[in-house]
């Protein structure tokens, strides 16, 4: 299976903040990695899907890079409806596997 | 406006049977491939399972395969899951996820049920 590993864990950042959260594949899936954004007692909602495609309706301050092993989730300037915890989840094989997570507070 | 919804979740003691629904509405749910992902309490997200749109084609994960089966009724837009043999490891919140096939990832979760196995 591909282990995916995210950092950091908790992140603390002020309203305005650029934050950024990476992710990292135990295997190259090329492009296929989506983010998650979870609020608490909520499903999760998909962010981003294949590595930079913005979902329908989220708002453009979120974005994504990377491609292989190596992928970032950005907030370019972060909002107080931002705070939640991100998940990236590979989707290049079965079984899809997710990050641990990355909760993120606003200051 | 797509639309999942899991019901049959509840409070089963260790070795008991569930078995869980998810109600599909807005999109057309023969042609949709599907999956079920669960989240135990406080932590991460893990994948359970993997059907096609037919049903002809199935996957698990390692944690839940000859316990847990996956099936659907197209003619009903409902996914199911039989779970038998249940863990205290298993107590989580149960989504029912469809796969985009344009986007070839997971996009829409249902609100989740959550399965309890405590004696």
């Known amino acids: 299976d591909i282990q995916m590993t995210q950092s950091p864990s908790t992140l603390s950042a002020s309203v305005g903040d650029r934050v950024t959260i990476t992710c990292r594949a135990s295997?190259?899936?090329?492009?296929?990695l989506a983010w998650l954004q979870q609020k608490p007692g909520k499903a999760p909602k998909l962010l981003i899907y294949?590595?930079?495609n913005l979902q329908s309706g989220v708002p453009s301050r979120f974005s994504g890079s990377g491609s292989g092993t190596e992928f970032s989730l950005t907030i370019s300037s972060l909002q107080p409806d931002d705070s939640a915890t991100y998940y990236c989840?590979?989707?290049?094989?079965?079984?899809?596997?997710f990050g641990q997570g990355t909760k993120l507070e606003i200051k | 406006e797509v639309q999942l919804v899991e019901s049959g979740g509840g409070l089963v003691q260790p070795g008991e049977s569930l078995r869980l629904s998810c109600a599909a509405t807005g999109f057309s749910f023969s042609s949709y491939e599907m999956n079920w992902v669960r989240q135990a309490p406080g932590k991460g997200l893990e994948w359970l399972s993997y059907i096609s749109n037919i049903g002809d084609t199935i996957y698990y994960a390692a944690s839940v395969k000859g316990r847990f089966t996956i099936s659907r009724d197209n003619a009903k837009n409902s996914l199911y899951l039989q779970l038998n043999s249940l863990r205290a490891e298993d107590t989580a919140v149960y989504y029912c996820?469809?796969?985009?096939?344009?986007?070839?990832?997971?996009?829409?979760w249902g609100q989740g049920t959550l399965v309890t196995v405590s004696s």
């Open positions: 989840q590979q989707h290049d094989n079965y079984p899809y596997t």
């Open positions: 996820v469809r796969l985009n096939y344009d986007l070839l990832t997971l996009d829409y």
């Open positions: 295997q190259s899936i090329n492009r296929w």
């Open positions: 294949r590595a930079s």
